[in-house]
């Protein structure tokens, strides 16, 4: 007997026994999860703070080209991170009128409660087997099946039963990646659905399912990918090529709706900015040991099962599982951060071992069903009691005025406001959710995009040669990005990661400003505060830096801006996307502005447009075509290809409505 389509008509009594499925699975989360609601327990050796902050200050830079001046030397606010957890948290806040943290810990919880779900209505739609989708998805809830296979420690059976779900989701920085993940499922129905009828209402929802995954992380379009090429290899073979054709469409259409945050030139500058996590020759084993599994699937799985959604979470699950697999036994990889793919292994592990169970399953005599369904519905019951203890755990109010990452962002606040400053660590990541101090880095290091700040980083924390030469290259690299202030973190400081090598390498260098659990914050001696500086030409860094110890043409540079023969400058903010300079300027000389160049910054002098310029550290100058007191406007509004991107995303989410009523439309023309 051939497996059901997936596409037959759903009975009543299949929709309620679904239905009821579906909402004990989201009962038996949000049991588990409802704290998460109801307060903010601020994780602070965790990301939490970054996305808090996004919430907190994005205003309106969800819908058009705005600077973010608080990280990285100021960047545009697309290259920050991707905006859906953030979004949806400063949506839930307003909404709600509570503190961005909140926002942020009710997405958490609405993520963990809706992953299971859209894993199950998937799941069953797909294979119209409610109660096997419903045995997944809860297996999905209760259980971290890579522990058996590539565990985060040593081995154990009861590591099965972990909450390594919970745990990673609540407790550390996977909030956006398990928010991909809940719309991964909702990718490979429509996806399929898609393939098999062809029709623009299933398209127009791929469409918006692959961005939702590419906007909530950057593990989202690698997801899809994945799922793309596992479903062109297993439904319906023998269209592959119209199948491909369709596949890659779909997959423009939901790029173009993210466009505004996956603009060619932002993959371009991660892709380098992640180079040494990238490729190598190693990384040939890695995909080579995956594409021999695919093949071998391949070859076997249609003799072993007609079924091709079996064909394809099989396929899936041993391409994802293979990315940590090989890591873990043969210390290759192909792709960034290889351990993090143990959730995609998860979500298909799960499907595929209940399907797999499933024929043996219906062999077995009743009575001996009946008695496991109840051992296993009591081993879960006793997962969803410790998974609610531990989110209380978890999620218990932390007095967050106490912590060292709230006093030091305050007190460099109510010191030294409009003053850059390297915060370190967890007081970095949280700094931004409390102030809105520009910091020197505070990104999140997978998207940062400026090489020459990651060495000045490096060089900072990790030093270099002997204690006397790293506190030389440390001040010079700060005062080069316009940094006055620099907290360093001791070795039993409360910072929750103590990255520096040598904590007291400023002690008697600098002078102490504040000082506080391990935690000193030093005044960087800059001539003015201004971040905009009249120099020599010649002062100008003209070559990108090749390591943290390069340091030649940016010591040239911090001399010119040391020298107390030149003027100073005022630099003001007029809102985000407009900079206002007043300096004095004389032949030979040019202005730098210590904010990071982008191609969408323009700079005008008495209405008349200045070229503005890249310097090898990343930041921006230009040659004034005036003597003496002059006014500089800088402007901010994007660069074409942000524009460009904007208005695309705008007609692709026009395009979700207007294709499927479309098509409507002349279908009933067609009929009548």
């Known amino acids: ?155 154990a059976f009861k590591n099965l039963l972990g909450l390594r779900r919970l745990f990673v989701t609540v407790v550390w920085d996977d909030t956006p990646h398990v928010a991909a993940l809940t719309f991964l499922p909702l990718v490979i129905l429509f996806l399929a659905r898609s393939i098999q009828t062809r029709k623009p209402i299933y398209y127009a929802a791929t469409a918006a399912s692959i961005a939702g995954c590419a906007l909530a992380s950057a593990f989202g379009p690698v997801m899809v990918m994945m799922t793309a090429l596992c479903l062109l290899f297993t439904l319906q073979r023998g269209h592959w090529f119209g199948n491909l054709l369709l596949t890659i469409a779909l997959g423009m259409w939901g790029w173009a709706i993210a466009a505004p945050f996956l603009s060619p030139s932002l993959m371009s500058a991660i892709r380098q900015a992640n180079a040494a996590d990238g490729w190598s020759l190693e990384s040939f084993t890695a995909i080579g040991f995956t594409l021999l599994g695919a093949a071998i699937l391949h070859h076997f799985l249609p003799r072993w099962t007609s079924d091709w959604r079996i064909r394809f979470f099989a396929m899936f699950a041993w391409v994802s599982s293979s990315i940590p697999i090989c890591q873990q036994l043969l210390h290759d990889h192909f792709m960034p951060q290889p351990e993090r793919y143990k959730f995609e292994m998860e979500l298909a592990l799960c499907v595929v071992a209940v399907f797999a169970i499933r024929p043996l399953w219906n062999r077995i005599p009743m009575t001996i069903r009946c008695a496991a369904t109840f051992l296993l519905l009591t081993v879960a019951a006793s997962q969803v009691r410790d998974f609610r203890k531990a989110e209380k755990e978890f999620t218990f109010p932390v007095g967050i005025t106490g912590t060292v990452e709230y006093r030091a962002s305050q007190w460099a606040r109510q010191n030294y406001p409009n003053v850059r400053i390297f915060m370190p660590g967890s007081i970095g990541q949280w700094t931004n959710a409390f102030t809105e101090l520009p910091q020197f880095s505070g990104e999140s290091y997978t998207m940062a995009v400026n090489p020459s700040e990651q060495n000045a980083d490096m060089a900072i924390l990790f030093g270099f040669g002997t204690p006397a030469q790293e506190a030389q290259a440390t001040v010079t690299w700060l005062k080069a990005f316009g940094t006055g202030e620099v907290a360093i973190s001791g070795k039993d400081s409360k910072e929750y990661w103590k990255a520096f090598v040598r904590p007291e ?168």
């Open 505 to 672: 390498k400023l002690e008697g260098v600098l002078p102490v400003l504040w000082r506080e659990d391990g935690v000193t914050i030093y005044r960087v001696p800059v001539r003015e505060v201004s971040l905009a500086h009249i120099v020599p030409e010649s002062a100008i860094v003209r070559h990108l830096p090749k390591a943290p110890g390069d340091i030649k043409e940016t010591e040239s540079y911090v001399a010119g801006l040391d020298d107390a023969s030149l003027p100073t400058t005022t630099f003001d903010w007029e809102g985000r996307n407009r900079i206002r300079i007043h300096a004095t300027v004389a032949s030979g000389q040019v202005l730098s502005v210590q904010e990071t160049y982008h191609p969408g910054w323009h700079a005008a002098i008495a209405g008349r447009s200045q070229q503005v310029l890249k310097d090898g550290l990343g930041l921006m100058w230009l040659r004034p075509d005036c003597r003496g007191a002059c006014e500089i406007v800088m402007d901010y509004d994007g660069g074409w290809e942000l524009r460009l991107c904007r208005w695309l995303s705008w007609l692709a989410i026009a395009a979700l409505a207007i294709v499927p009523i479309g098509s409507h439309l002349r279908r009933d023309r067609t009929t009548g």
């Open 1 to 155: 007997m051939n497996p059901p389509t997936g596409l037959e008509k759903t009975s009543r009594g299949e929709a309620f026994q679904a239905l009821l499925y579906a909402i004990i699975l989201f009962w038996i989360n949000l049991y588990v999860a409802r704290d998460m609601f109801s307060g903010s327990s601020h994780q602070m050796g965790s990301m939490h703070g970054f996305w808090t902050a996004l919430a907190a200050h994005a205003g309106g830079s969800w819908f058009h080209a705005t600077w973010w001046p608080y990280w990285s030397m100021g960047i545009p606010f697309e290259y920050t991170y991707a905006p859906l957890v953030p979004g949806l948290a400063a949506a839930i806040a307003a909404l709600r009128g509570v503190s961005a943290a909140m926002g942020f810990q009710s997405v958490t919880g609405l993520v963990y409660i809706f992953g299971p779900l859209t894993l199950f209505i998937a799941t069953w739609r797909l294979t119209r087997a409610p109660g096997a989708s419903f045995a997944a998805a809860l297996t999905y809830s209760v259980t971290a099946v890579s522990q058996l296979i590539v565990p985060d420690q040593d081995f």
